[in-house]
């Protein structure tokens, strides 16, 4: 059971940090060879070929609370970095559930959501299938840039052509009549992401609202061409301590660091 009492830290302290984002990467990175600190980063593996990061990680769930649970007892880690996407609910669910458990400190890495502006056409909704529910009233020519493991809701929508996007390629595709698969990763840019609905005559975007630079350039576009987004929440985070960028994360932990010792 991991403490925070100067009598009984460890030095180094361990963190272990739950990955996925751009920001887990650049915080990786930022706190490999900090000899204050251990860091494993962890990968759910929701990506085949994930970038890299520095220093220490690890791929694979830990099988859920239970094994969380058990994971933090036996690595004596101190603090646990939530830094997943801001959809990835049941890993941030279960670091939630396993640190209360065991005392563990945790601090969420949550960028900031998108927020509508002017000349955007935003039809938001709650989940992924109320935004296939909408599609299947509205939707023509559709980009479906939510990744790839949610989008079998769609393929119900028989009268529409999809655009489907994804880093790697969905198992699902199967069930669509009619699509196109384009396996990118992110950053994309505004001039592109323009070229790219003008090209394939898109009538209506499904995005989830991640927040970041990396994808923002498809709302960008959406906007200059006046298109209608369906902006999928995001789910309600468990309560905690959080911090909106990389930089607040190692603020956060040089003044943890400074109260310990």
Known sequence: MAIWSAGRMPNPIKVLLLGGTSEARMLAAHLDGDERFTVETSLAGATENPLPVEGESRRGGFGGTVGLVDY???VCVDIVIDGTHSFAATISRNAAEACDQTWTERLVVQRPAWEKTEGDHWLEVSNVPEAAEVVAKHG??????IG???????SLCRDAWFLIRSIDRPK????????????ARGPFDFASEKALLETNRIDLIVSKNSGGTETYAKIEAARALALPVVMIRRPAPPAGTAVPSVDAALAWLDRRYAEVF
Do not use: G, H, S
């Open 140 to 145: 023509c020519r559709v980009f479906l840039t």
């Open 172 to 183: 699902q595709t199967a069930e669509f009549e009619n699509y196109q698969l384009l396996q």
């Open 148 to 154: 790839r493991q949610d989008i079998a809701a769609f």
């Open 72 to 74: 933090l007892r036996a």
